[in-house]
């Protein structure tokens, strides 16, 4: 990955931050060869054809569950919005599609990306990484193949891809942290036993939101304590919301010290259920990852203090952008472009209309 610049200042809504250093243009029109940070890319002769005739492309963005709520909606949402800001900037037809499993299953993601390549209809790929590794191979078999890849919301970097649209997730997880602690001390709460709990144990993504989340509420309340850490005493509960639920409810009923919960993903909805469901509203709070109109309800009510709306949508039309720059303009940048999440709290939770996919 590229070098990175330090960027200060606070999260916000719809601000892209470029944190690699690399940046290149060719003359306007696809590109022929192009050098990027893993070496020399030539696009493929049938694609660059494809763009000089002004014929339809195929634009393809694979994640890991098209069924996960909010997730996959918001990707759909935004992926498609991309695509047609594409084809109206540029004047050609770009025929979007989003591919993946309901629900994360890795070996199938990868097996459907393999299948359109095969079949040769992918003209540019973005990609969503459950977690780095089982990606590497599919991802540099297409820049092989001269198509260009760009993932989105989670990266793979040792992939050959070309650049990531996502979140910095510790800084995402540390301004969750620092507001939760703000918060508490505003309202005068001692908060001393807090736990963490994720969908996803395994993901870089995860790991690092909740090790933001532990530095920056530490850095207001020095004093508080999580009875588990990012790897030990935590396990994954995946995103079927029903089974994310009883593991909260249950977690809560027998750590009744707790009083803070961090999730690093829509999660927290269930854990502001099993809060109210238990009577604990007032005694025990939550904070975490992305909105639905379900969360926002949690979040006026105070048993949600913070939730970081990372912008699926913004992301995925992010990669949808870099695949009409690189191939209608040879513009591209590499490394990690920043799309930075929206804290959102009582304070602002009733500005937005979150049944939109678009500002999930």
Known sequence: MAAR?????????????????SFAASAAGPPTTVQLPSGAFTLNSSIRSKVTAKKPLNFVLSIEGTGIPIFGPAMADGWKKGTAEVAAQYGDKINEQVIGPVNTDIPTQVSQINSLLKAGQIDCLAFEAHAPGPYVGVVNQAMKMGIPVFSVNADSPSSHRIA??????????????????????????????????????????????????????????????????????????????????????????????????????????MVAKAINDLHLKGKVYTAGYNIDPPIASY???????????????????AGA??????????????????????????????????NNPANQ
């Open 164 to 269: 990531f649209y996502g979140p910095d997730e510790f800084a995402g997880g540390e301004a969750a942290g620092k507001i939760v602690g703000q918060w508490a001390k505003q309202n005068h709460l001692s908060l001393t036993t807090a736990a963490l709990m994720t969908g996803s144990v395994e993901g870089p993504w995860a790991q690092n939101r909740m090790k933001g989340f532990v530095k920056g509420i530490t850095s207001v309340l020095p004093n508080i304590k999580f009875i588990n850490t990012s790897t030990s005493g935590i396990q994954s509960q995946g995103f079927t919301q029903a089974t994310v639920y009883a593991d909260a409810k249950a977690y809560l009923e027998g750590h009744p010290q707790v009083q803070l919960v961090f999730h690093t993903d829509q999660g927290v909805e």
């Open 299 to 317: 979040v006026k009510n105070g048993t949600v203090v913070v939730t970081m709306v990372q912008g699926f949508a913004r992301q995925a039309e």
């Open 321 to 354: 952008k870099a695949c009409g720059s690189f191939l209608f303009a040879g513009k591209y940048q590499t490394g990690h472009v920043v799309v930075s999440p929206e804290a959102v709290t009582k304070a602002n939770v009733a500005s937005t209309n979150w």
């Open 5 to 21: 610049v330090t960027i200060v200042g606070l999260v916000a809504a719809g601000i892209l931050v470029l944190t690699s250093v």
